[in-house]
């Protein structure tokens, strides 16, 4: 029976396992329309009563999916999520109180911060993915994030070396072992943690190929060596040229005569320091930099040999799916995305024939 609870107010009642709720109104209406939206929204999202926030969510989310995800996407997702949702003011909002204007409003701060638009895109879409799941398991009866567009990201050519510039660069090169590191970088379009992780025994000389098994990434402020890698077509095979097989015996010869004077156990790494473990990070990046600017060629990184790669097979007129194999690119669209635009006029051949059709 509703009941006037003050001069003022009404109040009614009703009960979701067995605990008690009461909504109050200045009309007997307005009371009971707070009391069927509470029921209608703990009938649709009954986990929604526990009155989670965004915070306590997404940590939990995080490590639910953690065993399902690379080692190096659960890095990056608890960087982003922990920096830019938990420990913000957003994070403390109720998962039921979220609406998109908020989330519209947040993205455009982040973005008046300085953070690039790409940046803010992955956090939405990051933020995404566990309200989704969260409307999955009942806490959210809809997804804010649906109606809030991504930030729009300016098209990142993919840049890559000519080969005067190639030449250019390993003119400048002083050190033998990391101009065979370019050299196969550029052959072969692996990534940086995918040459550091390489072993020899994922080097078959005499069939002439190379194969990706694991990976250097970041864990916990260290590097170490991960066959979790970023995607299940990252695992691969790649078929190398003759000079590139000459290289890696020039290489294995090398790392011989280190193992020797180093007094290591085996010989593991293809790219190994002095006491036999991977090149660093840092170093392979500061390195090649210095090159670069010693060669004059200003704006390249050392994921720029992996672009370099991917675009001469293009113009070469490298099957796409080809080239995604080799790049192991999770998806031909990553490629066909990432890769269109290389050898504009491409389409010259379709023109002529419509020419002769009319």
Known sequence: MPKKASRNLYEVTCRVNGKKYHFYGKTLHEAESKRKTFKERSERAPLSLAGYTLCEWVTAWLEAVKADIAPQTYTSYHYELEKYIANAQIGAVPLMDLTPIMFRNY???????????????????????????????????????????????????????NPGQIHALEAVVDNEMFLRLIHVALATGMRRG?????????????????????????????????????????????????????????????????????????????????????LKQNYISKRFSQYCHSARLEGFTFHSLRHTHATALVKAGIHFKIIQARLGHSSFLVTMDTYSHVSPGEDRPAADVMAKFL
Not at 123 to 147: M, R
Not at 201 to 220: E, F, M, P, W
Not at 263 to 276: A, I, S, T
């Open 107 to 161: 993205w455009q701060t982040l973005l008046d911060r300085g953070l690039s638009p790409r940046t803010v895109s992955y956090i939405h879409t990051i933020t995404s993915a566990a309200l989704k799941q969260a409307v999955f398991d009942g806490a959210l009866i809809s997804n804010p994030l649906l109606a809030v567009k991504r930030p729009k990201q300016p098209r990142r050519e993919a840049k890559a070396l």
């Open 194 to 278: 995918e040459l550091q992780g390489l072993t020899w025994k994922d080097v078959d000389l005499t069939a002439g190929t190379v194969s990706v098994n694991q990976s250097v990434i970041r864990k916990d402020g260290r590097e170490v060596i991960s066959t979790a890698l970023k995607t299940k077509s990252s695992r691969r095979t790649i078929s190398i040229d003759a000079r590139t097989v000459a290289v890696l015996y020039a290489q294995h010869a090398y790392c011989q005569r280190l193992m020797l004077q180093n007094q290591w156990n085996e010989l593991r790494y293809v790219f190994p320091r002095e006491d036999g473990s991977p």
